[in-house]
Nanobody, 119 residues
Framework: QVQVVESGGGLVQPGGSLRLSCAVS????????IRWYRQAPGKEREWVAT???????NYEDSVKARCIASIDNAKRMLYLQMHSLKPEDPAVYFC?????????????WGQGTQVTVSS
């Protein structure tokens, strides 16, 4: 059974940086893609970024110049590096990992990690 455990959230001042991580365990399948989402209180979950192992990456417009999503298949780690955090960025951030196992791609979600931006 695949497990995805998130970490790296926390409190940061406006303009600060954070690196969110997702550790994948319990599977020998290949990580094909990672999608990051966020959900602020009272709002719907929104897509933030997608990156694939063939180096295709897309970002939501409001984070495009401030985020880097990456995959380290050897370490089974997924990352979202965020810079220049703004007051509109606070949310619970989730990773959705696509893993290819025996001809099928499975989606596994992390539990979420809270990002707070405040001075």
């Amino acid at each position: 059974q695949v497990q995805v455990v998130e970490s790296g959230g926390g409190l940061v001042q406006p303009g600060g940086s954070l690196r969110l991580s997702c550790a994948v365990s319990g599977s020998i399948g290949k990580i094909m893609a990672i999608r990051w989402y966020r959900q602020a209180p009272g709002k719907e979950r929104e897509w933030v970024a997608t990156t694939t192992t063939d180096n295709t990456t897309n970002y939501e417009d409001s984070v495009k110049a401030r985020c880097i999503a990456s995959i380290d298949n050897a370490k089974r780690m997924l990352y979202l590096q965020m810079h220049s955090l703004k007051p509109e960025d606070p949310a619970v951030y989730f990773c959705d990992c696509a893993i290819y196992i025996a001809g099928t791609t499975y989606d596994s979600w992390g539990q979420g990690t809270q990002v707070t931006v405040s001075s």
